[in-house]
């Protein structure tokens, strides 16, 4: 899936990933940085102001391996006491911790105002109440090492009200593109759809193009049950590219390239385990390694479709492991235009069981490429 925090020193996996040009900015302002952070820690106490857009985290003592007191908003004004090996011992809302010098700032002229900043137009210190509301109610965790953010908005603009450790179950309550609202600790907010996991959920499944020739190609999905969650390129269901025999698209909207489509749904679909194959975690790569390049894939989709998955799977002292060609394929309708000479759709829907069971395996048919060739995979992990 597609990540970021000023996780007090280092950027985290906790919103959208800062962009290639915020991160040349950094390099090109690190000489100046360095200059503010040297004069920052030579008066004390003095104000200073958080100058990471994605916010910044209080933490118990001066390292990013220490726990994690409060969040702190792009923008926000804190009082500074001392400091200690590039880190800010910091007194705000009556919390008193460490953050990093490296996104603080003592003029307050470097941090745009909150008008500036907010992209909606809406005050990014009130909750936004969801557009959508989840009728289905779908349940989910929180798939980020470093915890994930919980904003007050649908966007990077809103106030961090609390962050979420990993792995901590939640329930969607409404949406909108890209965010998912939910309830926590007695508190509404926003969190990113980008790092949370739906149970049941369509996860990343990536279509891959190679025509004979370069053509510009549309790309449809249409859902049987659910809804978009993500989407690169853009596109809610569907997409206008141009395909290169090597597989690269160009977005005819955006004008960016890619190495393929990705979308992620939720889904509501029963699946069939009647058979597949229970794989004990340690043997994973090895069993996916040998079955998937007999299914169909290259030797490039199969190794992505491998490091995407296996630390899901290994995690699991067993998994059972299904491959639900007619399921998906009935829950997820691939239509493309022109129409391909040949298609091969793999996902995978796998669930943490106790140990060994016998289970009849399925049939695999040999996929033969041949003239415009359509390749997709993706993927659910459900929970009993």
Known sequence: MIPS???CGSRGKTDPAETEEQAAAGEENGAEDEAAQE???SEYPKTMYVNAEDGLLLRKGPGKDTDVIYPLSYGQKIQVDDAKDGWAHATVDGQTGWCSMEFLTADESNVKSKDEKSSSGADPDKLVKPSNNSESGFHGYVDSPEGLNMRLGPGQDYKI?????DKTELTELGWEDGWVYIMWKGKYGWISAQYFIMEGGKEKPVIYLYPEKTTDVTVRISLADGRFTQSIPAGSGEWHVTAAPDGKLTDK?????????????????????SQGYVVEGRDTEDFLAGILPEMGLNRNEYTEFIDYWLPRLEKNRYNLITFQTDRYTESARLDVSPEPDSVLRVFIAFKAVDGPANIAAPEIKPFERKGFTVVEWGGAEVRD
């Open 39 to 41: 004069e920052a820690q």
């Open 253 to 273: 909207a955006s004008g960016k390239s890619y190495d393929y489509i990705f979308w992620e749904s939720t889904d509501n679909t029963e699946y069939d385990w």
């Open 161 to 165: 009200i609390d962050v979420i450790p």
């Open 5 to 7: 925090l000023a996780a």
